[in-house]
T-cell receptor, first 116, second 111 residues
């Protein structure tokens, strides 16, 4: 399967600060990146889809000015949570697309964000 | 009604038991069906995928899809404590690369 890394794996920040999460596809070129959020004991919820070199498409209810996504290269995408609040505390997972296999979707190891 | 329904559990079984995990769905356009395993604080790992109806076996895992009933299952034979995790079903239509996920079922296999 595809090799995906995320950094950091766990971050604690104070309310009002911004946090950047990096997602790297290590062994293929990801033309598309999906960003998910997962609350405890809940399913994965798609936040946004980004294509390399273009603006991300956000799902309904997700604030694009709060969750900034940059997909500047085929191997790196970043999610920045701006002015974080405790309710933003969650598990954020990236999933690259463009692996050439239409049925397989791989996920990064996830980043746990805790906002105090 | 959610598009994909999955009992969150937890499901607790003794080591060696046969485990049955299930999902139901309402969207008849779904054609691709996946099962993911997610350990605590880790990203989901693809276990099985099937296209349309039928069965697929891989080692101790068997995935079944019954499109007429809109029902999918994952069976785990000879369950091990290392199988303890959350299992998520996911499915998508042929025209989309974005799957819809179930809530996940927490499985606990005790020695």
């Amino acid at each position: 399967g595809a090799v995906v890394s995320q950094h950091p794996s766990w971050v604690i920040c104070k309310s009002g600060t911004s946090v950047k999460i990096e997602c790297r596809s290590l062994d293929f070129q990801a033309t598309t990146m999906f960003w998910y959020r997962q609350f405890p004991k809940q399913s994965l919820m798609l936040m946004a889809t980004s294509n390399e070199g273009s603006k991300a498409t956000y799902e309904q209810g997700v604030e694009k000015d709060k969750f900034l996504i940059n997909h500047a290269s085929l191997t790196l995408s970043t999610l920045t949570v701006t002015s974080a609040h405790p309710e933003d505390s969650s598990f954020y997972i990236c999933s690259p697309g463009g692996t050439g296999k239409t049925y397989e979707q791989y996920f990064g190891p996830g980043t746990r964000l805790t906002v105090t | 009604q959610k598009e994909v329904e999955q009992d969150p559990g937890p499901l607790s079984v003794p080591e060696g038991a046969i485990v049955s995990l299930n999902c139901t769905y309402s969207n008849s356009a779904f054609q691709y069906f996946m099962w993911y395993r997610q350990y605590s604080r880790k990203g989901p790992e693809l276990l099985m995928y099937t296209y349309s109806s039928g069965n697929k076996e891989d080692g101790r895992f068997t995935a079944q899809v019954d499109k007429s009933s809109k029902y999918i299952s994952l069976f785990i034979r000879d369950s091990q404590p290392s199988d303890s995790a959350t299992y998520l079903c996911a499915m998508r239509s042929g025209g989309s690369y974005i799957p819809t996920f179930g809530r996940g079922t927490s499985l606990i296999v005790h020695p």
